[in-house]
């Protein structure tokens, strides 16, 4: 597909990719940067538009990307730098934005397409973008089978968590919208125990039994899980600390808490 050139006066694409990057045409997400386009071709997407500065399109190393996207988007469009840094929602544009339908992610999805024993991340009232994509990034590396974002937290499939998912997003099993109780009962009545991730907690993390199918409840980045959330889940740990830190950033926990499940689950070397 030879790319059509957009101007000024030609928006009507620069309008719909604004929509999108700001979250206003839900049944399509926003991918920006070489690399995470290219993730997103890789893991089957399908590609509603690709939008390419002429610059990059010029570059030897990007040309064979591009090519690909436009044998198998709807549209490609070659835009000057300054149109794609209107629709870019980085301070740096990476040259290359593309639209893609939004994956699904209901509670439907997420059960057909569980592994056993299931280890799901539960991730409530995290509202940083950025934090839930380095979840979600995390979750999968350590072989998560999927994850839960719960109302009033951050959009999964924003720009910026997909930034810090880096192609994670695209793969992993997500049920995004649901409520904190909805989430539990649905783990309930699967068997899969939950288990919330909290400072004071009396039991250390490597003390509960992750062979189990489980579920890890991280929540908001500031206060943490309130007790009433607490109390409603199977357990609670806690990762040990010197007394001069009080709180790890909630990705890092995740990571830690599990990198243990894969641990116990015997699964390393992973490669």
């Known amino acids: ?162 930034r810090g998912a880096m192609g994670s997003a695209f793969r992993l099993p997500i049920w995004s919208g649901g409520t904190y109780a909805d989430a539990l009962a649905w783990c309930t009545d699967r068997g899969i125990q939950t288990v919330c991730a909290d400072v004071h907690a009396s039991t250390e993390y490597a003390e509960v039994d992750w062979l189990r199918p489980s579920a890890l409840i991280l929540g908001p980045e500031t206060s943490g899980l309130s007790q009433e959330e607490i109390g409603v889940a199977n357990a609670s740990v806690r990762i040990p600390m010197k007394e001069s830190a009080e709180s790890l950033n909630v990705a890092v926990a995740g990571g830690i808490l599990l990198y243990e499940a894969l641990r116990q689950r015997g699964q390393f070397p992973i490669r």
């Open 1 to 162: 597909m030879t790319a059509e050139v957009i101007s000024s006066r030609d928006n009507s694409l620069l309008r719909l990719a604004r929509s999108v990057r700001d979250g206003k045409t839900p049944d399509l997400i926003f991918v920006e940067g070489l690399r995470l386009c290219e993730e997103a071709l890789r893991s089957g997407l399908s590609i509603e538009a690709v939008i390419v500065s002429g610059e990059l399109a010029s570059k030897e190393k990007a040309a064979p990307l591009i090519t690909e996207l436009g044998q198998v988007s709807n549209r490609l469009a070659s835009v000057s730098e300054q149109l794609l840094a209107s629709i870019s929602y980085t301070k740096t544009p990476q040259g290359i934005v593309l639209l893609a339908a939004r994956l699904p992610s209901s509670r439907e999805h997420l059960a057909a397409n569980q592994k056993q024993p299931s280890l799901i991340v539960i991730m409530h009232r995290i509202n940083n973008p950025v934090n839930v994509g380095a979840i979600l990034r995390t979750a999968e590396a350590a072989g998560a089978t999927g994850a839960i974002a719960t109302q009033n937290t951050a959009d999964p499939f924003s720009p910026k968590s997909l």
